[in-house]
């Protein structure tokens, strides 16, 4: 098995230490022209970006639509390289990307989140890569928030020998209407960093929001959740951009808004800190009891309805409880959604206990 070998990866050589900003790797979603390219291209060099990264084949949702400049736009990606002496980053999704951004001298490829859903698109892209570790390669999440497949890509590309690996959350994708584009979910990143703490994980929030606005805020909130940097689209002429315009922003608003950001002091601990983590740990331990206890008596009238010939869902009753949840949560200081996510996981396993009784024959 070599599927340790993400625990094994080495530095990404182009993070460096920004000092009160944090890394950033920016460009336009995509490269539209030569002229557009450098400009960009010089703009952010002049803000202090070091890696640039622009799109050259765009695997958009609708066909007819702008689907980027293709193999083509290497050569741009090359002048700017030469030019500002920038690490310069593409998307790749197939063999043949792999082979052309290899032979063009691009330092760093990133797989999107339709590829990094394929197992054999990135075993494929995989395969290209064998035998070239000098390439940095960055893994978005999948479109879903699965976990093992995104780990599987991470893994498919450390087992092909590259050494030098990261990961983007962009977000995950949904149906219906939402405040962002692609729903954060947070937690599956922070996973992903419980288990290999040492991979590199970047935040896309040009992605992850959608819209201008929330580049900032989402930002900020990757970086108090300690990112180690941003992944922003920035174009020259963001309204006039052939693709996503609606989420890049200018170099000058980019600027603004990395000036902005908060860096926050990761290993400060101070008495205080650690008598509050105190708090928290004795409050954990009061609810896993009080569950505990709650379960308990769900048993005991799951044990009621048995006997009494009685189904286990009572709609009207679960409705009662999550309704009287939801008044109070203005008073408790909590979020409506917060509580119906906890009270209907919590109805969950109410189900599944009761149903467990039911079909024990020993009661």
């Known amino acids: ?24 790797i920016a460009g336009p979603c995509s490269a539209e022209s030569l002229e557009q390219t450098l400009e960009t291209a010089r703009a952010l060099k002049s803000i202090g970006i070091t890696v640039f990264r622009a799109g050259l084949w765009k695997p958009r949702t609708l066909p007819g639509t702008f689907e980027g400049v293709g193999a083509k736009g290497l050569e741009w990606l090359r002048l700017v390289k030469h030019e500002t002496g920038m690490t310069v980053a593409t998307e790749v999704a197939t063999r043949e990307h792999v082979e052309a ?140 951009a052939l693709s996503d315009k609606d989420q890049q922003i200018s170099p000058q608003e980019l600027k603004n808004i990395v000036n902005s950001l908060i860096i926050r002091e990761k290993n400060l601990s101070t008495e205080t800190l650690e ?23 769900c048993r005991m009238i799951g044990t009621y309805k048995k006997e009494n010939g009685m189904q286990v869902v009572q709609t009207n009753r679960y409705d009662t409880i999550l309704q009287k949840c939801l008044n109070q949560a203005d008073d408790l200081g909590l979020s409506r959604e917060f509580l ?24």
């Not at 008598?275 to 008596?297: G, P, T, W, Y």
């Not at 996981?345 to 599944?352: C, F, G, K, T």
Request: charge should be negative.
């Open 101 to 240: 951004a290899i032979d063009a001298g691009i330092d760093v490829l990133w797989i999107g989140a339709r590829t990094c859903t394929d197992p054999f698109a990135v075993q494929e892209i995989a395969d290209a890569l064998n035998g070239h570790n000098e390439i940095a390669v960055l893994v978005k999440n999948p479109v879903t928030p699965d976990l093992d497949l995104w780990i599987g890509a991470l893994q498919r590309i450390a087992n092909a020998g590259v050494t030098m690996i990261g990961a983007i959350l962009r977000g995950f994708s949904h149906y219906g209407n939402n405040y962002y584009r692609n729903v954060p979910e947070w937690q599956v990143a922070i996973e992903l960093n419980r288990r290999y703490p040492h991979l590199p994980i970047f935040c896309d929030p040009s992605h992850m929001g959608g819209k201008r606005n929330l580049i900032a805020p989402l930002s900020q909130q990757a970086i108090d959740m300690g990112f180690d940097g941003l992944f922003i689209e920035s174009h020259c002429s963001p309204d006039e």
């Open 340 to 363: 119906k996510t906890i009270m209907s996981a919590i109805h969950q396993e109410s189900v599944r206990q009761q149903i467990e009784i039911m079909n024990d024959n020993a009661v």
């Open 275 to 297: 008598v509050l983590r105190q708090h928290i740990d004795a409050c954990d331990n009061e609810l896993l009891n009080i569950l505990s206890k709650r379960i308990e008596v």
């Open 1 to 24: 098995m070599k599927d340790n070998l993400l625990n094994n990866i080495t530095p990404l050589p182009f993070v460096m230490s920004c000092g009160s900003t944090p890394f950033v």
